[in-house]
Nanobody, 114 residues
Framework: QVQLVESGGGLVQAGGSLRLSCVAS????????MAWYRQGPGKQRELVAR???????DYADSVKGRFTISRNNAKNTVYLQMNSLLPEDTAVYYC????????WGQGTQVTVSA
């Protein structure tokens, strides 16, 4: 079993920044891919950014140039640096990881006020 624990969410004004962290623990040999998803009010869960073991990244068009995903493989941790936040970034942000199976964190709330 693998557990994912997110932290770093909160309330911020538009234009501000937040940094999310997600630490994986449990039966881990290697985490091939990690990602951040989000689910806004009344919306479906969507991919925000993902990163593979070697550092290759993909981003949703809506966050390109504003968000940066990174990871520390030695610490089994993935980060999401969010800059120039917009009210439409308000959502619950979920960490996701693949270790033979898919695992999800419990989510952390990000609220951006206008």
């Amino acid at each position: 079993q693998v557990q994912l624990v997110e932290s770093g969410g909160g309330l911020v004004q538009a234009g501000g920044s937040l940094r999310l962290s997600c630490v994986a623990s449990g039966s881990i040999f290697r985490i091939n891919r990690m990602a951040w998803y989000r689910q806004g009010p009344g919306k479906q869960r969507e991919l925000v950014a993902r990163i593979d073991y070697g550092g290759g990244t993909d981003y949703a068009d809506s966050v390109k140039g504003r968000f940066t995903i990174s990871r520390n493989n030695a610490k089994n941790t993935v980060y999401l640096q969010m800059n120039s936040l917009l009210p439409e970034d308000t959502a619950v942000y979920y960490c996701w990881a693949v270790v033979f199976s898919d695992y999800w964190g419990q989510g952390t709330q990000v609220t951006v006020s206008a």
